[in-house]
Protein backbone atom coordinates (compact mmCIF):
# COMPACT_ATOMS: atom_id res chain seq x y z
CA UNK A 1 0.00 0.00 0.00
CA UNK A 2 3.03 2.21 0.58
CA UNK A 3 3.62 2.22 -2.99
CA UNK A 4 0.30 2.91 -4.04
CA UNK A 5 0.19 5.88 -2.26
CA UNK A 6 3.88 7.44 -2.58
CA UNK A 7 2.32 6.81 -6.74
CA UNK A 8 -0.52 9.03 -6.11
CA UNK A 9 1.03 11.64 -4.08
CA UNK A 10 4.07 11.88 -6.47
CA UNK A 11 2.47 11.74 -9.62
CA UNK A 12 -0.26 14.44 -8.18
CA UNK A 13 2.36 16.46 -6.88
CA UNK A 14 3.81 16.86 -9.94
CA UNK A 15 0.68 17.26 -12.23
CA UNK A 16 -0.24 20.21 -10.02
CA UNK A 17 2.95 21.90 -10.17
CA UNK A 18 3.37 21.40 -13.38
CA UNK A 19 -0.53 23.47 -13.88
CA UNK A 20 0.94 25.76 -12.10
CA UNK A 21 4.23 26.33 -13.62
CA UNK A 22 4.11 24.81 -17.23
CA UNK A 23 0.79 23.94 -18.81
CA UNK A 24 -0.51 25.72 -22.01
CA UNK A 25 -3.76 27.60 -22.42
CA UNK A 26 -5.32 24.66 -24.43
CA UNK A 27 -9.12 23.42 -24.77
CA UNK A 28 -7.83 20.37 -23.94
CA UNK A 29 -6.01 20.99 -20.80
CA UNK A 30 -9.28 20.41 -18.75
CA UNK A 31 -10.16 17.04 -20.18
CA UNK A 32 -6.49 15.92 -20.02
CA UNK A 33 -6.45 16.76 -16.35
CA UNK A 34 -9.66 14.93 -15.21
CA UNK A 35 -8.24 11.64 -17.55
CA UNK A 36 -5.03 11.91 -15.59
CA UNK A 37 -6.67 12.02 -12.29
CA UNK A 38 -8.62 9.16 -13.24
CA UNK A 39 -5.38 7.26 -14.42
CA UNK A 40 -3.92 7.96 -11.00
CA UNK A 41 -6.85 6.79 -8.92
CA UNK A 42 -6.30 3.79 -11.20
CA UNK A 43 -3.22 3.45 -10.89
CA UNK A 44 -3.23 3.41 -6.78
CA UNK A 45 -5.96 0.41 -6.72
CA UNK A 46 -4.18 -1.45 -9.52
CA UNK A 47 -0.51 -0.67 -7.73
CA UNK A 48 -2.01 -1.62 -3.99
CA UNK A 49 -3.43 -5.13 -5.73
CA UNK A 50 -0.67 -5.92 -7.74
CA UNK A 51 2.51 -5.63 -5.42
CA UNK A 52 0.79 -7.98 -3.22
CA UNK A 53 0.51 -10.46 -5.67
CA UNK A 54 3.50 -10.43 -8.29
CA UNK A 55 6.91 -10.79 -6.83
CA UNK A 56 9.30 -7.80 -8.23
CA UNK A 57 11.94 -9.04 -10.60
CA UNK A 58 14.26 -7.18 -12.72
CA UNK A 59 11.61 -7.22 -15.65
CA UNK A 60 8.95 -5.76 -13.28
CA UNK A 61 11.02 -3.33 -11.95
CA UNK A 62 12.26 -1.83 -15.43
CA UNK A 63 8.96 -1.78 -16.30
CA UNK A 64 7.52 0.17 -13.04
CA UNK A 65 11.09 2.76 -14.01
CA UNK A 66 9.68 3.14 -17.53
CA UNK A 67 5.70 3.43 -16.62
CA UNK A 68 7.08 5.99 -13.50
CA UNK A 69 8.96 8.19 -16.23
CA UNK A 70 5.87 7.89 -18.60
CA UNK A 71 3.34 9.57 -15.90
CA UNK A 72 6.13 12.09 -14.87
CA UNK A 73 5.97 12.79 -19.21
CA UNK A 74 2.30 12.39 -19.25
CA UNK A 75 1.71 15.26 -16.72
CA UNK A 76 4.39 17.43 -18.83
CA UNK A 77 2.43 16.54 -21.90
CA UNK A 78 -0.89 18.23 -20.54
CA UNK A 79 -3.23 19.96 -22.78
CA UNK A 80 -0.66 19.01 -25.60
CA UNK A 81 -3.61 16.82 -27.35
CA UNK A 82 -1.03 14.24 -29.89
CA UNK A 83 1.93 14.23 -27.70
CA UNK A 84 -0.96 13.36 -24.71
CA UNK A 85 -2.08 10.32 -26.40
CA UNK A 86 1.06 8.89 -27.77
CA UNK A 87 2.13 8.86 -24.37
CA UNK A 88 -0.93 7.51 -22.93
CA UNK A 89 -0.52 4.82 -25.69
CA UNK A 90 2.95 4.66 -24.36
CA UNK A 91 1.58 3.43 -20.69
CA UNK A 92 -1.26 1.00 -21.93
CA UNK A 93 1.78 -0.73 -24.08
CA UNK A 94 4.07 -0.85 -21.21
CA UNK A 95 1.90 -1.81 -18.29
CA UNK A 96 0.37 -4.59 -20.92
CA UNK A 97 3.88 -5.87 -21.32
CA UNK A 98 4.76 -5.95 -17.67
CA UNK A 99 2.21 -8.60 -16.58
CA UNK A 100 2.04 -10.63 -19.69
CA UNK A 101 5.29 -12.68 -17.89
CA UNK A 102 3.26 -13.13 -15.35
CA UNK A 103 0.26 -15.04 -17.14
CA UNK A 104 1.48 -18.37 -16.07
CA UNK A 105 0.94 -18.68 -12.87
CA UNK A 106 -2.46 -20.74 -12.29
CA UNK A 107 -3.30 -18.82 -9.20
CA UNK A 108 -3.33 -15.47 -11.14
CA UNK A 109 -3.80 -16.19 -14.44
CA UNK A 110 -8.24 -15.25 -14.66
CA UNK A 111 -6.87 -11.92 -12.94
CA UNK A 112 -4.25 -10.99 -15.22
CA UNK A 113 -6.71 -12.15 -18.35
CA UNK A 114 -8.86 -9.71 -17.07
CA UNK A 115 -6.32 -7.15 -16.72
CA UNK A 116 -4.62 -7.70 -19.97
CA UNK A 117 -8.23 -7.02 -21.48
CA UNK A 118 -8.40 -3.75 -19.90
CA UNK A 119 -5.03 -2.67 -21.21
CA UNK A 120 -5.76 -3.94 -24.38
CA UNK A 121 -9.17 -2.48 -24.31
CA UNK A 122 -7.20 0.65 -23.61
CA UNK A 123 -4.88 0.74 -26.68
CA UNK A 124 -7.56 0.35 -28.72
CA UNK A 125 -9.35 3.16 -27.00
CA UNK A 126 -6.08 5.43 -27.61
CA UNK A 127 -5.51 4.55 -31.20
CA UNK A 128 -9.17 5.31 -32.21
CA UNK A 129 -8.94 8.63 -30.21
CA UNK A 130 -5.86 9.60 -32.22
CA UNK A 131 -7.57 9.18 -35.63
CA UNK A 132 -10.36 11.01 -34.04
CA UNK A 133 -8.54 13.73 -32.91
CA UNK A 134 -6.74 14.02 -36.58
CA UNK A 135 -9.43 13.70 -38.71
CA UNK A 136 -12.61 15.13 -36.78
CA UNK A 137 -11.38 17.34 -33.32
CA UNK A 138 -8.37 17.49 -31.02
CA UNK A 139 -10.70 18.85 -28.44
CA UNK A 140 -13.87 16.52 -29.07
CA UNK A 141 -11.18 13.75 -28.83
CA UNK A 142 -10.09 14.80 -25.47
CA UNK A 143 -13.52 14.90 -23.83
CA UNK A 144 -14.12 11.31 -25.73
CA UNK A 145 -11.37 9.54 -24.28
CA UNK A 146 -11.79 11.32 -20.82
CA UNK A 147 -15.43 10.22 -21.14
CA UNK A 148 -14.96 6.59 -21.47
CA UNK A 149 -11.88 6.02 -19.74
CA UNK A 150 -13.48 7.80 -17.08
CA UNK A 151 -16.05 5.18 -17.16
CA UNK A 152 -14.54 2.17 -17.68
CA UNK A 153 -12.36 2.56 -14.69
CA UNK A 154 -14.83 3.91 -12.54
CA UNK A 155 -16.64 0.54 -13.16
CA UNK A 156 -13.74 -1.49 -12.98
CA UNK A 157 -12.70 -0.28 -9.56
CA UNK A 158 -16.40 0.01 -8.16
CA UNK A 159 -18.16 -1.80 -10.12
CA UNK A 160 -16.81 -4.97 -11.04
CA UNK A 161 -13.92 -4.51 -7.96
CA UNK A 162 -11.33 -6.19 -10.03
CA UNK A 163 -8.72 -5.30 -7.70
CA UNK A 164 -10.49 -6.75 -4.84
CA UNK A 165 -8.78 -10.20 -3.06
CA UNK A 166 -12.49 -11.90 -3.88
CA UNK A 167 -11.76 -12.06 -7.50
CA UNK A 168 -8.87 -13.88 -7.54
CA UNK A 169 -11.38 -16.84 -7.07
CA UNK A 170 -13.78 -15.42 -10.03
CA UNK A 171 -12.77 -17.50 -12.92
CA UNK A 172 -12.44 -15.20 -16.03
Not at 22 to 31: G, I, R, V
Not at 88 to 99: D, R, S
Not at 141 to 158: K, N, Q
Request: glycine content about 4%; aromatic content about 16%.
Amino acid sequence: MTRAIAAVVGFSAFALFVLLVHAPESPTLLPDTIFYGVLVLHTYYSVRFFSQLIPQNAWQIGADVLLVAIYFALALSLGERFRFLFLVLCLFAVATLKYIPSLGRDDLNAILRRKLKSLLSGIALTIYTIIVAFFVDPTIAAWFITGVYTFFSLHIMFVSKMYDMNMLAKPE
